[in-house]
């Protein structure tokens, strides 16, 4: 079955520089959901898009930014990136049509370094 | 304030012999509840969820929950653990009221051990 794809996989980074980390929901998915995961911390939810809008916003930095497209994927923006911005990103999709019970399903993560 | 709870960093169990991993919530309203399994190096795994109607939840690779409403509880276990199942675990929770995004529990690590 398919997945949720995130790319590149891995990422370096010196700091200031900027990254842009992708996300290809599972087919029919209309949902995407976007967490932060630092070492050894749970995911913490960064922001999520419903049919490319907006539908929720957690912990976000200003200086992130993310869309959502029309073919449902989505890209998380990071500027002037610090070194404490280095943490596994996860990007998740849901089916909408299933509500708020509905299961989110993960990706497998982009690893980004800030060196 | 609404959080997810898990009291144990760490869970060792022998090989064979039943697991527990345990999370608590705080929540207003009815939550809807989940676990979530992380191998290294890779993405967090749907295991089971709680949304309604019968509190044992059965899921995937023979994982079962009880949700516990008194005990504002859901337990994770297994009645037979396989080295293969050493992990990460985390508990997350739907704040319906506040959008649809998880709110995840701290995690637990649990080591099988042959």
């Known amino acids: 079955a398919a997945g949720v794809i995130q790319s590149p996989r891995h990422l370096i980074k010196e700091k200031r520089e900027t990254a842009t980390l992708k996300c290809y929901p599972i087919?029919?998915?209309?949902?995407v959901y976007w967490y932060q995961q630092g070492p050894g911390q749970d995911p913490q939810f960064l922001i999520s898009?419903?049919?490319?809008?907006?539908?929720d916003k957690g912990s976000i930095p200003d200086r992130f930014s993310a869309q959502q497209f029309s073919d449902y994927h989505s890209e998380l923006n990071m500027s002037s990136l610090e070194l404490g911005d280095s943490a596994l990103y996860f990007c998740?999709?849901?089916?909408?049509?299933?509500?708020?019970?509905?299961?989110?399903?993960f990706g497998p993560g982009t690893r980004l370094t800030v060196l | 304030a609404q959080s997810v709870a898990q009291p144990e960093d760490q869970v060792n169990v022998a090989e064979g012999n039943p697991l527990t991993v345990k999370c608590t919530y705080s929540?207003?309203?009815?939550?809807?509840l989940f676990w979530y399994v992380q191998y290294p190096n890779r993405g967090l795994q749907f295991l089971l969820k709680?949304?309604?109607?019968?509190?044992l939840v059965k899921g995937s690779y023979g994982f079962e929950a009880e949700f516990n409403k008194s005990q504002t509880s859901f337990h994770l276990k297994k009645p037979s653990a396989l080295v293969s199942d050493s992990a990460l675990y985390f508990c997350?929770?739907?704040?319906?009221?506040?959008?649809?995004?998880?709110?995840f529990g701290p995690g637990t690590r649990l080591s099988v051990l042959p």
């Open positions: 997350a929770v739907i704040l319906h009221d506040y959008g649809q995004n998880f709110v």
């Open positions: 929540v207003s309203g009815n939550p809807y």
């Open positions: 998740a999709s849901s089916p909408r049509a299933g509500g708020y019970t509905d299961t989110q399903y």
């Open positions: 087919p029919r998915h209309d949902t």
């Open positions: 709680y949304i309604t109607g019968d509190n």
């Open positions: 898009f419903y049919e490319k809008m907006q539908s």
